[in-house]
Structures are given as C-alpha cells and as structure tokens.
C-alpha cells in the first residue's frame, strides 16, 4: 500500500533551474529515502535521512525533513538534462522492513 | 552497497504461461522483497522473501499467482504465474539486512504479455 504523496506529480524546468520536490506520509518512521528511476529502469538510491535528521546534503542534492508534519522535500539545485526521472520517496523502519512508496515526480529537464 | 542482478531483463509473453524471474545478490542478506510497478505507476510491494521460511504476501497477492522461493541468503525467484495482459509490469527486488538501513534495487524485468 502507498502511503507517500508526491507533489508536483511532474515539473518541467529549465536547465540550469533548481527543482523542488515534496513528499507527505501517514504514520511515524525511521527513515526516508529518495530514488530516482530514469525510463522505466531500477531505482537508484539517492540519499536516506532518518528521523532524527533534519536536513541532508549530497552533491547537487538537498533533502530535508519535517516528522511534526510527516513530510519531506528533494532540492536538486542547478539541474541538467541529465536529471530527467521520475524521483520517489519511500518509507521504512529498518533495512528489513519493505520500503512504502509515494506516487513519484516526473522530471522533466529541458536543455 | 549490494550489487543485485535479475534475469530476464525484458521478455514478451503469451496470457495463459508463466515466467520465473530470477534475483541474484553479490553478498548474503538477511531479506528480500519483491515489487510490482505497473505502466506509469509507482512501485507496490508484493512480499517479503525471508531465507529457509515461506514467503510473506501483501494483500491482493496470493501465493498461487506469484510463488516465490528463497533457498538461500544470495538468491531468490518470482514466478508470475498463468499471466494475463494486466500482469504486464516491471518487477523488482530488493534486499535489505538487519543493521543496515540503505535498501538497494535490482535493475528490474520488464515484462509484456500480450
């Protein structure tokens, strides 16, 4: 069952122009990740935070995360064509539990 | 990190057969979990393989339809059974280990039935 709401469910920017995606989700966590899927492939894993995190960062990559309003948000800051995926959050307690998944963004980066 | 192959990549199959999808992992893991991910939809899980017991399914997945086996700590399978077009779907694991809290996905099988 899906518990995550992605929003917007796509967004088309300008390279160059940075992308926010936000994410919301029903009951208590441990840990949130974020994967990107380019064209109906595997998922790659982007970055986990955990609940007793705020705030992430990784490369172009900035997520944070707010447990008092079950909600998360993925900044991709001067994006490339390159970037073009869909991006899922998913949710867990631990790395044995199944992750729920939130519905996705597409991205859309236009050269 | 987990390396996690799958085979096949893609096929094309006929409703009425069956396709054994298999799940290979570069080291031992104590879970692995099988998901579904319709045409433009997000992924939803179909059960937990957990190594030596049966699989755990979610509900509107029934053991018939997609046996699963798990006979050890590298590999498992997911066979999709007596197919029909709505089956068509990419299917993915993944693996997970106790301590650990990354879990990491397999390339994917994209499946059409026609």
């Known amino acids: 069952s899906q518990q995550g709401e992605e929003d917007p469910q796509a967004l088309s920017i300008q390279e160059g122009e940075n992308a926010t995606m936000n994410c919301s989700y029903k009951t208590s966590i441990n840990n949130l990740q974020w994967y990107r899927q380019n064209s109906g492939r595997g998922l790659v894993h982007l970055i986990l935070i955990r609940s007793n995190e705020r705030e992430k960062h990784s490369g172009r990559l900035r997520v944070t995360l707010d447990t008092s309003k079950k909600s998360s948000s993925l900044l991709i800051t001067a994006s490339r064509a390159a970037d073009t995926a869909s991006y899922f959050c998913a949710t867990y307690h631990s790395g044995n539990t199944p992750l729920v998944f939130g519905k996705g963004t597409r991205l859309s980066v236009i050269a | 990190s987990a390396v996690i192959s799958q085979k096949p990549s893609r096929d094309i199959c006929q409703r009425g057969t069956s396709l054994t999808i298999q799940c290979q992992v570069d080291?031992?893991?104590?879970?692995m979990f099988w998901y579904r991910q319709q045409p433009g939809q997000s992924l939803t899980l179909i059960a937990t393989a957990n190594q030596g017991s049966e699989a755990t399914y979610e509900s509107g997945f029934v053991i018939d339809k997609f046996p699963i086996s798990r006979p050890n700590l590298t590999f498992s399978t997911l066979t999709v059974s007596n197919m029909s077009p709505e089956d068509s779907s990419i299917y993915l694991c993944s693996v997970g280990a106790a301590g650990a809290d990354t879990q990491y996905f397999g390339p994917g099988t994209r499946l059409t039935v026609l």
């Open positions: 080291s031992q893991v104590t879970m």
